[in-house]
């Protein structure tokens, strides 16, 4: 019989390998498949076994086909009744058109037609449909006027084989087991676990970036011999006449046995590590839902900790080490990117590592720049229906004598640029000239350090695209007393399209392994940002996180919400979580405007609120009663958890929910008015939230500005604010909306932030 066992692409030649390691006979790789023929023995054993294998289809009909009534014909020519066990439930799925046949939906009906059809005409029983979970499921494959006709052996896709643990641990931040499968088997990790077995040679996998352990529970799974589908119940072929069940079984007992008699070879050890805690703890859940977590050695992504756990001092001379090194990053963050390379380079400068292969699944290239090896293969695949590419590094050469020392490895490898920041312990760099950033960031800080001490500042910019070929600003936030701590925000801007997207990339690695070093942050205190064009100006976006494993934010803290403190106040922060800190630097000056122009001031609004930072301070400079409006319960909670840490409680203080412009609106109507108002909205809006209308600071802002006048008690002032860098007043418009505006912006501008005067724009607003 003819069968074939589909796969992405990118997958065909490891799956056609795998195939024939089961002894499937006539292997023959195709185009997203690879087909063999043989029994139906041969076939269910591909079920069972395979793990690069998405579906196992046996080929029942092939006809010409141009038009419905040939389709039909071919499909009813078939002999059903030999094929499905009587009273089989069926569905039906096609692909591909022609000329004639241009709706699947339509070949679906057609196919199903012709074999209830043919069931009802040769047994005398129509055959049910169920969509859901059908005994066969039978699918149309049209090329032209060529049609093919499978039945789905499979039941449901193979890769569906996470614990169901792993469902509520958090599966979609797991990597899909054929894609974790793909990259052990270029690294060999099945030969290296079979040679372990057979005659105890040491083998060691080190996960660089577990993520949610994907790769790790795979590594282990193959580790202990258990067969992919070993716990399924479901399958495709029950309702096949081929199928015997007896042979079935005894097949399964065969996969059974074999994973019981898998020993815990001490010979073999995975480490998975990371260095984000919340990954580690996800994998570790997954892989125990799985019963397979006593298998792996859980690490901080550190060499000196994982090094000691893989019982290298163990291995003698003339011994080859088997196994390897992986790391998926296709999903990670700048900041877990640059780290995890490290830590891959690091275990390569290790005795009795520095021969093994190297795996890592990454959106680009930008491994092969910082990994100090030659790539043996670059496979192109989709993990999460997002291009990316399987890089394969070749293992280093051992001498006669067996692995090389540490001196010997790294004497072999190419020299790798570093930077010397003068403490004795040069950094690692991708691109040479990042010794000019360092330089530049050493001097920078050094001046921002002395005036941060002599003005009391504690939260600051640090850098600010000071050199244009290292385009992002540093920010530095240290901890109130409560919550000790130093930490970064480093935030790219969009470079040029004239710029290599992988030499930016790299420099702003190079930007993440030295700025810490030179600030004295603790590498897992560094939040990472890309900043993108959006309309109207720009924004902080993820970069290279945009799969169903990324998270919301880019960050590679741990969970921290320190407390920091800004003008005798303090607020809550967050580097974890959200785009945005919760308090922007920039608007240092203008928050204590806030407070000057409140002293006296009875009533005061805050628009377009954020987390309330305008408020604390109007309160601290008098304002008797504050009212704090955004659309937005999370930061309205943040705004009051602010204004409690401050003191500030009570119901003198009104948290409001709601469209910000429709309340307004509401107020003005109303004829309500508040001495003090201080306003700064986001450039463009078109939030769900806010139906059908959208903001434009440039297109609405006069009538805003308008409605603001309109709010003021008689001697009133408004505080108007907005970061659209290229904003402009319409002024003879304001003024005949009887709107006094007054430019203030330069007198907002904080020293840190000088070389950006565009930071924002701030006006005073009053009723002419």
Partial sequence: MEFYASCPEGFETALADELRGLGTPRVRKLKGRVSFEGTALDAERVCLWSRLASRVLVVVGRFYCRDARDLYDGVYDIPWEDILRRGSTIAVSARGTNDELRNSRYISLCVKDAVCDRLADETGSRADVDTDQPDAHITCTLRGERASIQLDLSGEALFRRLPREAAHAGAAHVLRPDYAALVLAQVGWAKS????????????????????????????????????????????????????????AHLQAEARQQAADGDEAVSIRIVAADDDQRALSLARRVLKGAGLDRRVIFAQADVDKIAPKLGLGRVVAGIELGGAVVADIAEAGFSTMGRTLQLVQDLCDTPGLDALPIAVLARDELAERALDRPMSASIAVRPNNEPARLLVFAPGEADADGLRDAD??????????????????????????????????????????????????????????????????????????????????????????????ELAQARMLDMLAIAPRVLDVEPDHVAARSRTRSRGGSQYAEAGSKGSRGQKRQSSTKGSSPLIEEGGL????????????????????????????????????????????ATCYAADGGAQQTTTVDLSNTYLDWARRNMELNGFTGRAHRFVRADVLAWVAEQRRAGHTWDLIFCDPPTFSNSSKMGERTWDVQRDHVWLLSCLADLLAPGGLAIFSCNLRTFKPSLDELAAAGVAIEDITAETIPEDFARNAKIHHCYLVRRA
């Fill in 193 to 248: 676990c079979r040679r372990a077995e057979q005659d105890g040679t040491p083998c060691v996998l080190v996960d660089a970036c577990c993520a949610g352990g994907g790769i790790a529970l795979e590594a282990a799974s193959i580790a202990a011999g258990r067969a992919p589908g070993i716990d399924r119940d479901y399958w495709g072929f029950t309702s096949w006449v081929e199928h015997d069940p007896l042979t079935w």
């Fill in 408 to 501: 010997e490895a790294a004497a072999a490898r190419a020299p790798r640029a570093t930077v010397d920041l003068g403490d004795g312990a040069p950094i690692p760099v991708l691109v040479p000239e990042s010794d000019q950033f360092a330089a530049r960031l050493k001097k920078v800080a050094r001046l921002r350090r002395k005036w941060a001490k002599r003005s009391g500042v504690t939260c600051y910019r640090v850098y600010d695209a000071d050199l244009p070929d290292y385009a992002a600003s540093i920010d530095l936030y240290e901890g109130s007393a409560s919550t000790p701590g130093r930490w970064l925000v480093l935030a790219e801007y969009a470079a040029p399209r004239s710029v290599d997207p």
């Fill in 570 to 613: 303090t607020f809550s922060v967050n580097f974890d979580d959200y785009l945005d800190t919760g308090i922007f630097l920039d608007h240092r000056v203008t928050r204590d405007l806030v407070r000057q122009r409140a002293k006296g001031c009875k009533r005061f609004l805050n628009l377009f609120a954020y987390t309330g930072t």
